[in-house]
């Protein structure tokens, strides 16, 4: 059972930065692509970044873009989520999330059904 554990979060003023990590454990991420999400109090979770397995393709939402890095270390069998230029709009809990056999698509990532495993969650929160 692949089991995956978000760390990173806290208070940042506006125009920071964080580096969020998600840690997998009781397999390897090799076989999964990553997708990072976001929820705030009140609205829907909401894909920011996905990146593949196969081919390491990355993709953010509008959002984000510009922003926002996500990279992987297979070795280290961690993803992350560089975040700068942080805006108070960017507050939320933040989730990675693992696919499903097959995974998502350019057209499909930012789609929560196509992910079978979830860690709980890290909260960040950008003060003015």
């Known amino acids: 059972q692949l089991q995956l554990v978000e760390s990173g979060g806290g208070l940042v003023q506006t125009g920071g930065s964080l580096r969020l990590s998600c840690a997998a454990s009781g397999w390897t991420l090799d076989y999964h692509s990553i997708g990072w999400f976001r929820q705030a109090p009140g609205k829907e979770r909401e894909g920011i970044s996905y990146?593949?397995?196969?081919?390491?393709?990355?993709y953010y939402a509008d959002s984000v873009k510009g922003r926002f890095t996500i990279s992987r270390d297979n070795a280290k069998n961690t993803v992350y989520l560089q975040m700068n230029s942080l805006k108070p709009e960017d507050t939320a809990v933040y989730y990675c999330?693992?696919?499903?056999?097959?995974?998502?698509?350019?057209?499909?990532?930012?789609?929560?059904?196509?992910?079978?495993?979830w860690g709980q969650g890290t909260q960040v929160a950008v003060s003015t």
């Open positions: 990146i593949s397995t196969s081919d390491s393709s990355t």
């Open positions: 999330a693992a696919t499903s056999p097959g995974g998502a698509d350019r057209y499909t990532w930012t789609l929560p059904s196509n992910y079978k495993y």
